[in-house]
Every structure is written in structure tokens, then in C-alpha cells.
T-cell receptor, first 118, second 113 residues
Framework: AQTVTQSQPEMSVQEAETVTLSCTYD???????LFWYKQPPSRQMILVIR??????QNATENRFSVNFQKAAKSFSLKISDSQLGDAAMYFC???????????????FGTGTRLTIIP | DARVTQTPRHKVTEMGQEVTMRCQPI?????VFWYRQTMMQGLELLAY????????DSGMPKDRFSAEMPDATLATLKIQPSEPRDSAVYFC???????????FGDGTRLSIL
């Protein structure tokens, strides 16, 4: 079974600075997807960014980028120019690429609570 | 923007009562998921459907929980009878064919007294 570990329960960053959230995972599969979801106090689960394991290039979405290290099974999220609206819980998630075998669930980490200091 | 719609947003009821949570997936999405979020267990999959057929409900307590998709625009999750340990936030998510990501609804916060 796959596991996802987020070792930082809480992080804080000064507004406009850069912060990196860590995520490691364990799997025996060669092809899979990794995601970062954001959950603000409003409780929504918002997709921030996704990475396909077969792609070596790191995904980026505006101020959000990832550092995907497949051999190390590491998938960190970097937030540049942090804004007050970035304050939320951030969840790392794994999904097998072999979805046709009934294995489409997301496996989530325990989350990192990010605080933005004005 | 198309969104997954969940109702109710909040539900408070007494132990033993039946609870029904509803989800309208994004139009055209063929795979629908139910997740539960608690402080102790985090986010865990309860069940999911593709083209309205259940594919995996191994995460769901079978004695009291049931999930159905009466049609392509409605998924339901029922608890009967409810217990205080069922208190949690229940999320519905849907996704399109292929390898598209899951899109989540706003969740139903359930409190069983």
C-alpha cells in the first residue's frame, strides 16, 4: 500500500517570502500522479498543482512549483511571493496511474498548516 | 467554473437518526468519490463509482453506511443509524475520464450528538 508523509505539521512564512513544504511517499509502482491540495478555513479542497511521475520536468503554476525527486520519492511544494490568501492546510496526495484496476483513490498525507505573517 | 455541489453544508442530528448527504458531480464527470475527513484519521476514501457502478467501497462500514448513484447527476451517502463517531466532514469529488484530477465539493460537516 502507498503511504504519504508530511513531516511538518505547521509552517510559517513572512508575507512576500518563499516557503517550501515537504512531502515524501512510498510506493512500489513506477507510474503515478502526485498532487498538492489546499484547504483554507472555508474547508474547500482546492487543487494547487499536479505532477505526473513519468515527466521529469517539475510542474509550475504561477507562484507554485514543485521539486519532484522520483528516486528519493520526494515531492515538495514551493510557494513564492507568499500572500495572505495562501494561509491554509496543504495536503500532499498520491494516486496510482493504473486507474483502470479500481485503484483511483487519492492517498493523502496528514497536512501542513501554513501561516502567513503580515 | 463548474463545481461539485454538496448538500447540506452542515448537519447536526441525534444519535440513531438517519443521515443522507447528497452530491451533484460536475456535469460530464464519470467518476465520483466519497471521502471522510477527521482529526484522527485525516482524509480517507469511503467509496467510489464509475459510470454509476460502485468500484470500491472497502473503506465504508457496511453495516450502517450505504452509497448510491441513482443517476449520473446525483450521488448519495446514507448513514443509518448514525453514531457520534460518524461526526466528520464528508467530501464528494468527481473527475472526468482519463487521468484528470479529482475536483472536490465544499463538504458536509456532520455532527452526531
Amino acid at each position: 500500500a502507498q503511504t504519504v508523509t508530511q513531516s511538518q505539521p505547521e509552517m510559517s512564512v513572512q508575507e512576500a517570502e518563499t516557503v517550501t513544504l515537504s512531502c515524501t511517499y512510498d510506493t512500489s509502482e513506477s507510474d503515478y500522479y502526485l498532487f498538492w491540495y489546499k484547504q483554507p478555513p472555508s474547508r474547500q479542497m482546492i487543487l494547487v498543482i499536479r505532477q505526473e511521475a513519468y515527466k521529469q520536468q517539475n510542474a509550475t503554476e504561477n507562484r507554485f512549483s514543485v521539486n519532484f525527486q522520483k528516486a528519493a520519492k520526494s515531492f515538495s511544494l514551493k510557494i513564492s511571493d507568499s500572500q495572505l490568501g495562501d494561509a491554509a492546510m496543504y495536503f500532499c496526495a498520491y494516486r496510482s496511474a493504473f486507474a483502470n484496476f479500481g485503484n483511483e483513490k487519492l492517498t493523502f498525507g496528514t497536512g501542513t498548516r501554513l501561516t502567513i505573517i503580515p | 467554473d463548474a463545481r461539485v455541489t454538496q448538500t447540506p453544508r452542515h448537519k447536526v442530528t441525534e444519535m440513531g437518526q438517519e443521515v443522507t448527504m447528497r452530491c451533484q458531480p460536475i456535469l460530464g464527470h464519470n467518476t465520483v468519490f466519497w471521502y471522510r475527513q477527521t482529526m484522527m484519521q485525516g482524509l480517507e476514501l469511503l467509496a467510489y463509482f464509475r459510470n454509476r457502478a460502485p468500484l470500491d467501497d472497502s473503506g465504508m462500514p457496511k453495516d450502517r453506511f450505504s452509497a448510491e448513484m441513482p443517476d449520473a447527476t446525483l450521488a448519495t451517502l446514507k448513514i443509518q443509524p448514525s453514531e457520534p463517531r460518524d461526526s466528520a466532514v464528508y467530501f464528494c469529488a468527481s473527475r472526468d475520464k482519463g487521468n484528470q484530477p479529482q475536483h472536490f465539493g465544499d463538504g458536509t460537516r456532520l455532527s452526531i450528538l
